[in-house]
């Protein structure tokens, strides 16, 4: 998927939701992940730099950042100068083997064409006892209620194809060396807006997310004229987000 659209308004999430629940279970996992002093943590999937920035704030941890969108790390070098930026796939991590003491990424794995592979990656590149921290969406927990899928099937069809689940990630990571690993949620937004609300704030916008991004025109004209057809009605969400945790054997 091409975030060109999305870049120059990417850190806007940060503003408008909560993400204290990640933030906590982020700080907790770099703690608990390695005895290191200073340890040193990627990030895969870096985007504008934003959970580097909060690593690099609130722990002693030296921090690389990675990401295959040009336009997403242009925003985190202008925002993050010092912030060391690598452009670089996933699934082939330019990276000496047993380098890092831990691996994270966040809302980020929907977007890597072969998750699987990913993980083989981390594990690859970690140090023995050091851990991999995967935060996103689990559309196939079935636990969520959230407006856009309401107003946009074929988004949820979408993440359902584009999101591992829980189990999934557990079951490679397992496979590719880890041990201990597990699944929490970490986030959990509840709220309720009208369509009018919606429409004020942006939220209808394409470039706002991806799962607007990935559904044919046809799809998103039709949620959007559901929405305007009752701007009164009131939309509920309740959305969560989980970290999927191993550690390196």
């Known amino acids: 998927m091409d975030y060109t659209p999305i870049a120059p308004r990417f850190e806007r999430r940060y503003q ?12 907790a996992f770099v703690a608990a992940s390695t005895p290191e002093a200073s340890p040193l943590v990627l990030e895969v999937g870096a985007g504008t730099g934003h959970w580097l920035q909060v690593l690099r704030d609130s722990t002693p941890s030296r921090t690389v950042g990675l990401d295959l969108s040009e336009a997403m790390l242009n925003v985190a070098r202008t925002a ?37 592979a990913f993980i083989s990656e981390a594990r690859r ?16 927990a079935g636990v ?31 496979q590719a060396g880890f041990e201990a690993c597990g699944s929490e949620v970490v986030q959990h937004w509840t709220y309720d807006l009208t369509g009018e609300a919606l429409r004020t704030r942006g939220l209808l916008e394409r470039s706002g997310t991806s799962q607007l991004l990935v559904i044919p025109d046809e799809a998103y004209a039709r949620g959007v004229a ?24």
């Open 16 to 27: 408008e939701h909560d993400y204290s629940g990640v933030t906590q279970a982020l700080r």
């Open 144 to 174: 969520d209620t959230w407006w856009l899928y309401g107003a946009f099937p074929d988004a949820r069809d979408a993440d359902l194809r584009r999101y591992p689940s829980g189990s999934a990630m557990r079951n490679w990571m397992t």
């Open 226 to 249: 559901l929405i305007d057809a009752e701007p009164a009605a009131v939309r509920r969400t309740h959305l969560h987000l989980f970290a999927t945790i191993g550690t390196a054997v």
């Open 125 to 140: 590149v970690l140090k023995p006892g050091g851990g991999l921290f995967i935060v996103g969406l689990d559309p196939h």
């Open 80 to 116: 993050r100068s010092e912030q060391p930026l690598v452009r670089a796939r996933a699934e082939a991590l330019p990276v000496a083997n047993g380098c890092f003491d831990a691996v994270i990424c966040i809302n980020a794995v929907h977007h890597f064409a072969n998750p699987e």
